[in-house]
Structures are given as structure tokens and as C-alpha cells.
């Protein structure tokens, strides 16, 4: 079975950190442009963080550049989003998505995918 599921999400102090995890099973990551998506309640949604499988590029959006980072475990099969220095304005469901052979930023202002997560929800409370 084709799954691509999120674990890690929760509630968090602003300043805080928190480690998001998206595990594919059923088919490889090589060759995919990852991303983390978010959604905030009443807002579109946004590609905060992206990585090209294929040559390792890396893309952020301004509004987490310097505080978040995503990473990939290649035996795991999993990508990760670590997020530091969180703010109210981070609270959203937060969901992954995996494009075949594009580029970072290319899947990052993506809406459709070829797997995507059902989301966990990050809320920065103060």
C-alpha cells in the first residue's frame, strides 16, 4: 500500500521547537521533490519547505527561511521538518507532499501531488 504519512505535530510554546516526520512506504522517495505544506485555518495554502530528491537543493519560503529545516533519511525513507524559533503565525495543519522529478522550488508552490500526507496540526500557543 502507496502511504506517505505525518507524525510529530503538537502543541508548543512560541520560541519552541518541534520535529515534524513524514515516513513514505510502498515506494521510494529518490527521484521526488519533497515538500511541507501548511494550511492555517481561513488562509491558502503554503509551501514552507521543499527538497529535490535528485540534487539534494533545498527551498524555503521567507516566512520560515533561518528557522525551519528539511532534511531526508535516506534509509528511513522519511523526511523530516525541524522547526525552531516558533511563532503564533506557525500554527497550521502541516502536511507533506511528493512530486516525481521536480525541483525544490517547483513543488513548493505545488497544489496537487503525486502522494501526499492527511496532516498533523502544529499550534504555537503563548
Known amino acids: 500500500q502507496l502511504q506517505f504519512v505525518e507524525s510529530g505535530g503538537g502543541l508548543v510554546q512560541p520560541g519552541g521547537s518541534l520535529r515534524l516526520s513524514c515516513a513514505a512506504s510502498?515506494?521510494?522517495?529518490?527521484?521526488?521533490?519533497i515538500g511541507w505544506f501548511r494550511q492555517a485555518p481561513g488562509k491558502e495554502p503554503e509551501g514552507v519547505s521543499c527538497?529535490?530528491?535528485?540534487?539534494?537543493?533545498?527551498y524555503y519560503s521567507d516566512s520560515v527561511k533561518g528557522r525551519f529545516t528539511i532534511s531526508r533519511d535516506n534509509a528511513k525513507n522519511t523526511v523530516y521538518l525541524q522547526m525552531n524559533r516558533l511563532k503564533p503565525e506557525d500554527t497550521a495543519v502541516y502536511y507533506c507532499?511528493?512530486?516525481?522529478?521536480?525541483?525544490?522550488?517547483?513543488?513548493?508552490?505545488?497544489?496537487?501531488?503525486?502522494?501526499r500526507g492527511q496532516g498533523t496540526q502544529v499550534t504555537v500557543f503563548s
Open positions: 527538497l529535490s530528491s535528485s540534487d539534494g537543493n533545498t
Open positions: 507532499g511528493a512530486v516525481f522529478l521536480i525541483s525544490a522550488q517547483a513543488i513548493c508552490v505545488r497544489n496537487d501531488f503525486d502522494y
Open positions: 510502498g515506494f521510494t522517495l529518490d527521484y521526488y521533490g
